[in-house]
């Protein structure tokens, strides 16, 4: 059974453009409009950084601190399964370095506990680049959901991230680099690898499952919307122990070329994931069209994935996602999304639907409910 993730109170200060900011949003849909640069952008990033910890807007976390002020922070409170939540995560400049610190109820946490204390979905206009950006793009997509839904996956994520840099630094720095130590790192890297891959290949598989049948739904008689894991090394998937003996024996294998080229050439960090409309590859074949719809339908399928793997319905953030929509697609997007438990759709005007659990309008970082 599924329970509910309701975010009840939203609280910013020196956040961005927001000098100070209360919200108690609905459950339901919450329809944010606005003119541009005006703070709707800013307020899921906002929201979003309860559930990662992180903005998902810039690497450089001093950006959110408020222009002339040395401490910005966000802080909400969620009913879950569980119980009520209190969440708070604060960024302070100290000459001109941010450093993030966390709490939930009250008690300071490490960022590997705070993350994923509530599950989010978020899809913002850069999201556009799933299909034909890089590599990296799509691994990051993956990371962002596991991390967030195992502490495990993270844990093992941040060790696999440290170990592949120092055999990278090793490999480029060695004058004549050791063999044997290189396959002290080999035999690391394959337990670690091993297991990511494990656990990427089976949420690829639901993932592809369920954006195959929202894209459906949405285009009935379309094409079929395909995914496919491409793990590195190209390996089968049968179980960990088998896993990491394939992955060491490539990594082995890949040794002389590793050694010659100074650089990690095998592993999770040159993962992909491929998608395909019809058969065919979306990036080279795909219209602008169907490359959107058919992220859409991804971040669709991703919150249906992680609601079905957790028992609970993640929080739906979207941002800016009605202008790249024609009619017909916008009227079946927002009436998918109308059922959901809890979602936020940014927007520079309202659509011409009735449909919405609460309305806001955000001009020059104040809110104000108009339904």
Known sequence: MCRSLIVRSVSLGSFRNYAALELEPSPGL????????QGKSNLLEAIAMLGTGKSFRTAREAEVVQRGQS???????????????????????????????????????????????????TFVPADLHLVSGAPSLRRAMLNATLSQERATYYADLARYTK????????????????????????????????????????????LAQAAAAVHRRWLPGGALLGL????????????????????HAALEEAMPRELARRQCLVGPHRDDVELTLGGQPLAQYGS??????????????????????????????????????????????????????????TAT???????????????????????
């Open 349 to 371: 005007a309202l659509p011409g639907l009735q449909i919405g659990s609460a309305h806001y309008v955000v001009e020059g970082a104040r809110l104000s409910r108009i339904r």
């Open 71 to 121: 401490l910005a922070f966000v802080s909400g409170v969620a009913d879950l399964a569980r119980g009520r939540i209190a969440l708070s995560c604060r960024v302070a400049l100290t000459g001109g370095i941010a450093r993030k610190t966390y709490a939930v109820n009250g008690a300071p946490v490490r960022y590997a506990k705070f993350l994923g204390s509530i599950k989010v979905v």
């Open 163 to 206: 170990h592949a840099a120092q055999k990278s630094a090793y490999l480029r720095t060695a004058p004549q680099p050791d063999r044997q130590l290189l396959g002290t790192y080999n035999a690391l890297l394959a337990d670690l690898a091993a297991r990511l891959l494990l656990v990427r290949g089976r949420y690829v598989t639901q």
């Open 288 to 345: 602008q069209g169907q490359q959107r719809t058919a992220v859409l339908a991804l971040k669709a399928a991703e919150y249906a994935v992680v609601r079905e793997r957790t028992g609970e319905a993640p929080v739906l953030l979207l941002d800016d996602v009605l202008s790249e929509l024609d009619g017909q697609r916008q009227e079946a997007f927002l009436g998918s999304v109308e059922g959901y438990e809890q979602a936020f759709v």
């Open 30 to 37: 919450n329809l944010i409009v606005g003119r541009n640069a």
């Open 228 to 247: 496919a894991y491409r793990p590195s090394p190209a390996v089968d998937l049968p179980d960990e122990a088998t896993l990491r003996t394939q992955i």
